[in-house]
T-cell receptor
Framework: DAMVIQNPRYQVTQFGKPVTLSCSQT?????MYWYQQKSSQAPKLLFH???????NEADTPDNFQSRRPNTSFCFLDIRSPGLGDAAMYLC??????????????FGPGTRLTVL | DAKTTQPPSMDCAEGRAANLPCNHS???????VYWYRQIHSQGPQYIIH???NNETNEMASLIITEDRKSSTLILPHATLRDTAVYYC???????????FGTGTSLTVIP
């Protein structure tokens, strides 16, 4: 089945130690998103890629970076994780079309713990 | 940023209709209304969307007021598996961004 896959599902890192979360998709969608969701809060959009074009949200900290080497894969890099970065990180994909609705498909998320 | 207002929580008896309201008073003509839900510890799941007409699919119905300033998601026969947080999202169809509001935590009671 076509899907959005996130690895790992659970990630533990140390304060200040760089960490990379990965997302892959078999849907061949041209848009990929990264959201941060803290406990009991709504998902917060960090950035998205439209094909190779990177679109950062204005309030996303510089500590968060992303790479999309090809259509199928997208990575979230946290350069120096702080305790406040502990959260669920959700990857999503969609197609872009002005005339069609653009349903987002979400992965199961990676829960990041910072010690 | 989020342009929707939803009640923080609601209860519904199993088997009854669940009616979840959403206010989007600043919606513009280019913007769709989307509904997603998130079951605990899972990624959000698409439910339904609409522009100005009422919509129905196998999961739910979406009623949008004539002035488009509010909408209601209807789950016609709620089950325990419908317990989740329901998010109403207003999205500009010319852009890619989805901004989640605070959502409504729906609890279906046996």
């Amino acid at each position: 089945d076509a899907m959005v896959i996130q690895n790992p599902r659970y990630q533990v890192t140390q304060f200040g130690k760089p960490v990379t979360l990965s997302c892959s998709q078999t849907l061949n969608h041209n848009v990929m998103y990264w959201y941060q969701q803290k406990s009991s809060q709504a998902p917060k959009l960090l950035f998205h890629y439209y094909d190779k074009d990177f679109n950062n949200e204005a309030d996303t900290p510089d500590n968060f970076q992303s790479r999309r080497p090809n259509t199928s894969f997208c990575f979230l890099d946290i350069r120096s994780p702080g305790l406040g970065d502990a959260a669920m990180y959700l990857c999503a994909t969609s197609t872009y079309s002005v005339t069609l609705h653009n349903e987002q498909f979400f992965g199961p998320g990676t829960r990041l713990t910072v010690l | 940023d989020a342009k929707t207002t939803q009640p923080p929580s609601m209860d519904c008896a199993e088997g009854r209709a669940a009616n979840l309201p959403c206010n989007h008073s600043t919606i513009s003509g280019n913007e769709y209304v989307y509904w997603y839900r998130q079951i605990h510890s899972q990624g959000p799941q698409y439910i339904i969307h609409g522009l100005k007409n009422n919509e129905t699919n196998e999961m739910a119905s979406l009623i949008i007021t004539e002035d488009r300033k509010s909408s209601t998601l209807i789950l016609p026969h709620a089950t325990l598996r419908d317990t989740a947080v329901y998010y109403c999202i207003v999205r500009d169809r010319t852009g890619n961004q989805f901004y989640f509001g605070t959502g409504t935590s729906l609890t279906v009671i046996p």
